[in-house]
């Protein structure tokens, strides 16, 4: 599904990410964990294709394809998504309308027609239900006023939405309740196929009681430093990442 | 990355005029330049009474006394006054009984608006008069109307068949000496709308106005007169967009409304004249005087309009609050892209107790364009517990572009309460990536966020010109939407 191979980034001459290498398979859920600061967001933006990230090194490679020449929006296109860490505000924006336009220019993108509008609302109704989402948030602005946690559900709900092969969740659990937490990581579970993989951004092991991952890696300092089950999570929770500092 | 934004924005702010066609039409020209001759000529090519061509002369002869205003956020080289066709006209073979006799040429054009009379007149129960070259073609929908007394019809025909009225009315909101373009067309106007909702009656459809410049080197004068008697309502709606050109054209019309005791007119405009290519050559130079008076007590006037054409515009349309509880509103979307100048906003003129305005301003300019609201909330002394509420966005694509904001305030009332507030926001690097990573390439992106921005304007529009309103600011700031 996904494979990074020694990739080197800077931002404004400063390396960020120092070699990243990373094999997710079809099917996966893996967990990066890390301190703050040392690239989680960064690593997720460069394989979405945010600009003003210079790749120095390295490959991204998704589904057999290298995507560094893609634009943010063709990857997504090819069926990425990012839950962000700061969802952004799109004032006068109702977030059906913005879910219609994404859904039909991905279909464009595919050479599809426009989704019909009795399929495309009777799929809101079904995530909504599954997110637990309230009827009158479709009709609200894109993220306009919505608390922390309101911002996250509507990340997840996106996500359903638009039914991605490749889904990186960046820090979605933070700002989350606990209900909350526990409806978001269900909607998450419900979601998973054989065919498509998630990486969850986090830091803390909580989430993944609910999201339980195959894999969960310890980024420090730009560099994958530790890779393992999700044992590793428990131990990390345990010992901090001290732990880490010394034995890297 | 803030370089990389400044180009994708350049690329799909670039787009060229759509909607730039031409149609020929055989034209009947009064001979270039002004003199009291040219009025003479259009008078009599209109058949008009003497008071009327008096009108034009009083008006001509105090024109000749005044200078161009200056104080507009505009700059334009000299416009020669002498080296403009003041009339022009389709000759008109015979009268038009239905749409199939109406010039084919013509119904083409306007099928290729997407809003051709036949669909208009089948799907959308509007009432289309349609204007090109100021003469009017055919008025549909007016035996409905005339069931309801309502008048609608050309200037012209409201000149000849209700003269009293249009006499009565007439000038009595924009005087023909109230400003230096006001003055030009009263000259010389050519033709436009007229409009009469009788006592207590609600206009059953919304009346639709198709304006189109069409003929080169031709001033447009329009004027278009709606009268709401006492309790009467009526939605209007004007629309218009323009086949390209190279030299610029002048364009001076005049909009007076006139409402009764609870009467309520709403006014909405979308205007896409041709505003000159990309290297800001061409384009329409429009100069419009537009003002309502809330003449009775619990009367409305509300104007909402969407600019998106024109090289140059110079636009406030206003209300007079005369009538004690008394409404007035205005809400607006300019957008200039490329070398376009906007210089527009309202006045709000408080006379009467108790009277309330609404004004909402949304600027949007690319390119190097320059887009200016001014505007204007006055208080007098007698207006007691007087209102206004003004709210003056700004958004900005691209660093080459101005926007700028002139509120005035003239309160002479203690008990008045005047609120303005202002913003000025760009289109962030977030909210498009944003959008991106979701599949919307920038394009629709930033169209879809000029909509949201625009919304709360957008949405007093009436429905059907919602859906075209939008798709105008779509192609304003766009290459392929629509
Ligand atoms: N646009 C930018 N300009 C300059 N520095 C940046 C930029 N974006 C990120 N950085 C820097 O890169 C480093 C990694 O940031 P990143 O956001 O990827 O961290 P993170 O691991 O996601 O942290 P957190 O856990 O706090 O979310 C930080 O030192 C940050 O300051
Ligand atoms: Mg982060």
Redesign the pocket.
């Known amino acids: 599904m996904l494979s990074i191979r020694n990739l080197h980034v800077s931002i404004k001459g400063k390396e960020i990410l120092k070699g990243i290498n990373l094999e997710v398979n079809p099917g996966e859920v893996h967990a990066i964990m890390g301190p703050n600061g040392t690239g ?2 960064t690593l997720a933006y460069v394989i979405s294709g945010r600009d003003g990230y210079d790749v120095t090194e390295g490959e991204i490679i998704f589904k057999g394809r290298n995507i560094l020449d893609l634009s943010a929006e063709e990857r997504a296109c090819e069926g990425l998504f990012l839950g962000f ?1 700061y969802p952004v505000e799109i004032p006068g924006v109702s977030i059906t309308n913005f879910l219609r336009t994404a859904i039909n220019e991905q279909r464009k993108y595919k050479g599809l027609d426009p989704v019909p509008a009795p399929e495309f609302l009777a799929k809101m109704e079904e995530k909504k239900q599954l997110l637990e989402l309230q009827d009158k948030l479709a009709s609200r602005s894109v993220n306009e006023g919505f608390s922390g946690g309101e911002k996250k559900k509507n990340e997840i709900f996106q996500m359903a939405m638009l039914e991605p092969s490749l889904a990186i969740l ?2 979605t659990d933070s700002g989350l309740d606990i209900d909350a937490l526990r409806i978001v990581a269900t909607g998450v579970n419900k979601l998973r196929r054989p065919d498509n993989s998630t990486v969850v ?1 986090t830091h803390y092991q909580r989430l993944l009681e609910y999201i339980v991952p195959d894999v969960v890696h310890v980024l420090f300092d730009g560099r994958i430093v530790k890779s393992g089950g999700k044992e590793l999570a428990l131990l990390l929770e345990e010992k901090g990442y001290e732990w880490i500092r010394s034995e890297s | 990355m803030e370089k990389d934004q400044n180009n994708i924005l350049e690329e799909v702010t670039n787009s060229d005029y759509k909607y730039g066609f031409h149609t020929n039409i055989e034209m009947d020209t009064a001979p270039v330049g002004l003199n009291e001759d040219t009025i003479r000529f259009i008078s009599a090519k209109k058949e008009e009474p003497e008071w009327l061509l008096e009108f034009r002369l009083n008006a001509y002869r105090h024109w000749l006394t005044l200078t161009e205003p200056g104080w507009a956020h505009i700059h334009h080289p000299p416009i020669n006054y002498q080296d403009i066709i003041y009339y022009a006209a389709p000759k008109r073979k015979k009268e038009l009984k239905s749409l199939d006799e109406v010039d084919p040429e013509l119904l083409d054009t306007f099928n290729k608006l997407g809003i051709s009379l036949e669909e208009q007149k089948k799907l959308s129960g509007v009432a289309v008069d349609a204007v090109i070259d100021s003469v009017s073609v055919k008025t549909t929908f007016t035996d409905t109307l005339a069931k309801y007394g309502v008048i609608f019809c050309s200037f012209s025909d409201a000149v000849k068949n209700h003269p009293d009225l249009v006499k009565q009315y007439m000038g009595s909101v924009v005087p023909s000496n109230d400003n230096f373009f006001a003055a030009l067309n009263s000259a010389v106007f050519s033709d436009g709308s007229f409009c009469y909702i009788p006592k207590g009656v609600r206009c059953p459809v919304e009346l639709s106005t198709y304006f189109r410049i069409n003929a080169a080197n031709t001033g447009q004068f329009e004027r278009t007169l709606i009268v709401a008697d006492e309790g009467a309502y009526v939605s209007y709606m004007e629309g218009c967009t323009a086949p390209m050109r190279d030299e610029n054209q002048l364009h001076a019309a005049i909009v007076e409304i006139v409402a009764m005791k609870d009467a309520e007119v709403k006014y909405s405009t979308v205007q896409n004249w041709y505003p000159g290519n990309k290297k800001g050559e061409g384009g329409i130079y429009n100069f419009v005087t537009k003002r309502g008076i809330c003449k009775g007590s619990y009367s409305k006037i509300s104007w909402t309009q969407v600019e998106t054409g024109s090289a140059i515009t110079w636009k406030y349309p206003s209300v007079v609050l005369m009538g004690d509880n008394s409404i007035g509103e205005f809400y607006s979307v300019a957008v200039t892209n490329n070398f376009q100048q906007a210089d527009t906003g309202t006045k709000m003129i408080h006379l009467g107790k108790n009277t309330r305005s609404t004004i909402i301003s949304k600027g949007i300019s690319a390119g190097q364009s320059n887009n200016s609201y001014r505007g204007l909330v006055k208080v007098i002394k007698r207006a007691e517990n007087a209102r206004n509420f003004s709210q003056c966005d700004s958004l900005l694509l691209g660093d080459k572009c101005g926007a700028h904001t002139y509120p005035y305030i003239k309160a002479e009332n203690q008990s008045s309460i005047i609120e303005h507030e202002a913003t000025t926001s760009k289109i962030s690097d977030d909210q498009l990536f944003y959008c991106k990573q979701r599949g919307i390439n920038s394009e629709s992106a930033i169209s879809l966020i000029v909509n949201g921005y625009a919304k709360e304007v957008l949405q007093h529009l009436p429905m059907e010109f919602a859906v075209e309103a939008q798709k105008l600011l779509a192609i304003s700031l766009e290459g392929s939407v629509g």
């Open positions: 989680k967001s860490q960046d820090e951004i």
